[in-house]
């Protein structure tokens, strides 16, 4: 068990980011043919338009995920993403669309496309299977509720109907959501409230996700309902069942430093929310070894403006 590996970490001292960091790191890289590393990651207008391509190559390799769900692959095609997929070993590739704000799924298991679905949907969800799961990437549209709920309605009603039929779920994305586990923390974001809170205003009542100046719940609560669970936040809790808010600021996954408005730790940190998500159905939840935001090395302060999210399972 990586936790197991992990313990010597673990005291009464509060947990630094780089405490936190060295636990997620011998639980994401010990990692062998009995378990199943799946990496969620945003990468931000394809690397920066490729600034950032071969350091987010580089960091990929030193993860090895068996499963990666991509967001943001701009201008790439199934095709592209086939190649470059090579870069970091998998040789199963498929992705939503022929271009554009496009979405992927890269696998060391072949693929089976399920299903590539746009209607209804800003972006869209890629439906496949490998290793044996049902895997869904999505990239749910930031604009309004209504919106927004429409397409977390479809993706209920899929993960809803595919459990039913005895299959295990991974869906995971850049959800552009909250989830209401931390309502807490994200409360006292203050800073992130008062940027977000005058274009919020502007939209009609009922496509606002802050009332009241704080954030609301509708989208996650209604996805977590397939029913689905929140991996990441299930670890956090059990190892911090009464965290502090510096704590929880860990399992942020948006923004980096490389967003100008962000670009120290101070001004970061009244910007940090957690919208990128890892979720499975019961069964595989069960079987959830770790789950996290990687909030380090450095370079992940340059590749994206989103961290990526790493979960690993018992195969």
């Given at each position: 068990?990586?936790?197991?590996?992990?313990?010597?970490?673990?005291?009464?001292?509060?947990?630094?980011?780089f405490?936190?960091?060295l636990?997620?790191?011998?639980?994401?890289?010990?990692?062998?043919?009995?378990?199943?590393k799946?990496?969620?990651?945003?990468?931000?207008?394809?690397?920066?338009?490729?600034?950032?391509?071969?350091?987010?190559?580089k960091?990929?390799?030193t993860?090895?995920?068996?499963i990666?769900?991509?967001?943001e692959?701009?201008?790439w095609n199934?095709?592209?993403?086939?190649?470059?997929?090579n870069?970091?070993?998998?040789?199963?590739?498929a992705?939503?669309?022929?271009?554009?704000?496009?979405?992927?799924?890269?696998?060391?298991?072949?693929?089976?496309v399920?299903?590539?679905?746009?209607?209804?949907?800003?972006?869209?969800?890629?439906?496949?299977?490998?290793?044996?799961?049902?895997?869904?990437?999505?990239?749910l549209?930031?604009?309004?509720?209504?919106?927004?709920?429409?397409?977390?309605?479809?993706?209920?009603?899929?993960?809803?109907?595919l459990?039913?039929?005895?299959?295990?779920?991974?869906?995971?994305?850049?959800?552009?959501?909250?989830?209401?586990?931390?309502?807490?923390?994200l409360d006292?974001?203050?800073?992130?409230?008062?940027?977000?809170?005058?274009?919020?205003?502007?939209?009609?009542?009922?496509?606002?996700?802050?009332?009241n100046?704080?954030?609301?719940?509708?989208?996650?609560?209604?996805?977590?309902?397939?029913?689905?669970?929140?991996?990441?936040?299930?670890?956090?809790?059990?190892?911090?069942?009464?965290?502090?808010h510096?704590?929880?600021?860990?399992?942020?996954?948006?923004?980096?430093?490389?967003?100008?408005?962000?670009?120290?730790?101070?001004?970061?940190?009244?910007?940090?929310?957690?919208?990128?998500?890892?979720?499975?159905?019961?069964?595989?939840?069960?079987?959830c070894?770790?789950?996290?935001?990687a909030?380090?090395?450095?370079?992940?302060?340059?590749?994206?403006?989103?961290?990526?999210?790493?979960?690993?399972?018992?195969?």
């Open positions: 068990m990586e936790y197991d590996r992990a313990a010597k970490f673990s005291s009464n001292k509060p947990m630094t980011l405490r936190y960091t636990v997620l790191f011998f639980a994401f890289t010990a990692t062998g043919a009995e378990q199943l799946v990496l969620n990651y945003n990468v931000f207008n394809s690397h920066r338009h490729g600034k950032s391509y071969e350091a987010a190559v960091w990929v390799n993860v090895k995920p068996d990666a769900g991509w967001q692959l701009v201008g199934e095709a592209k993403l086939k190649k470059l997929a870069d970091w070993h998998h040789p199963h590739a992705a939503l669309k022929s271009g554009g704000y496009n979405i992927g799924l890269t696998s060391r298991t072949p693929i089976e399920v299903a590539r679905h746009q209607k209804g949907f800003w972006h869209g969800y890629l439906h496949c299977r490998t290793a044996g799961l049902d895997v869904i990437v999505c990239h549209w930031p604009g309004g509720v209504r919106q927004q709920m429409g397409e977390a309605n479809q993706l209920h009603a899929l993960v809803t109907r459990h039913k039929e005895g299959r295990e779920v991974i869906l995971m994305g850049d959800f552009n959501a909250h989830a209401a586990s931390d309502k807490a923390w006292k974001q203050q800073p992130l409230l008062e940027r977000r809170s005058s274009g919020d205003a502007k939209k009609r009542p009922e496509d606002r996700f802050i009332v100046g704080k954030y609301t719940f509708p989208i996650m609560n209604r996805i977590l309902e397939a029913p689905l669970h929140d991996v990441v936040r299930t670890k956090f809790d059990i190892k911090h069942p009464k965290p502090t510096a704590q929880c600021l860990m399992i942020a996954s948006y923004p980096t430093r490389v967003l100008g408005h962000v670009k120290t730790v101070e001004l970061q940190r009244g910007f940090l929310e957690r919208i990128d998500f890892i979720l499975t159905t019961p069964g595989l939840a069960k079987r070894i770790s789950a996290g935001v909030r380090e090395p450095a370079v992940l302060e340059t590749i994206s403006d989103h961290y990526p999210v790493i979960a690993v399972f018992k195969n």
